[in-house]
């Protein structure tokens, strides 16, 4: 039988690959750590408000995402936590608007967003993302890494990313 610690870090591990696929661009990697029957949804009504069902479903969606977005960046973790169902990820994200289709940006915008995740996990893998975001535009790189330099406040920490701890 599987402890509670070892399920929590077959969670993490299995969002960390997640979140690596999304920053590096790999639809397909990203798609892999989600179970067939899986729901994504970002009830934001003032950001992207939607809701897919189904990995298959979630495929061109995730294509189209990924081709509306480059130079994107996790650059502050502010909390990272897993039960054995669930993992939780408090993170500040950057990117530039690569193309039309998804942000109501223009094509060159560099983005600021603050980002939660909430993941519902069954068997090492996301059946649910629920993701809740707040973004903002800004004018050029040194105003959006003024704005990571001001957002590293509270639990905040270097390389926090990297080596997370699970907690019950």
């Not at 070892?6 to 690959?17: L, P, S």
């Not at 994504?40 to 969606?61: D, M, Q, S, T, Y």
């Not at 939780?88 to 600021?112: K, M």
């Not at 406040?153 to 699970?166: T, Y």
């Amino acid at each position: 039988m599987t402890s509670f610690e070892d399920i929590i870090a077959i969670n993490m591990a299995a969002v960390d690959t997640h979140f690596h696929a999304e920053d590096t661009n790999s639809v397909e990697s990203a798609l892999e750590a989600f179970t067939d029957d899986c729901v994504w949804e970002a009830p934001n009504p003032h950001g992207l408000n939607k809701r897919i069902e189904g990995k298959e479903a979630l495929r061109p969606f995730y294509k189209q995402l990924f081709t509306t977005m480059k130079n994107v960046e996790f650059r502050v973790c502010y909390e990272r936590f897993a039960t054995p169902t669930r993992v939780v990820d408090d993170s500040i994200c950057t990117f530039e608007v690569a193309a039309d289709g998804i942000w109501e940006y223009r094509v060159g915008t560099l983005v600021f967003m603050r980002i939660v995740h909430v993941f519902d996990m069954h068997d090492g893998k996301i059946a649910k993302e629920k993701v809740f975001e707040m973004r903002q535009p800004v004018q050029d790189k040194a105003e959006l890494d003024a704005m990571v330099e001001q957002a590293k406040v509270g639990c905040w920490e270097p390389g926090r990313m990297s080596h997370m701890k699970a907690y019950s």
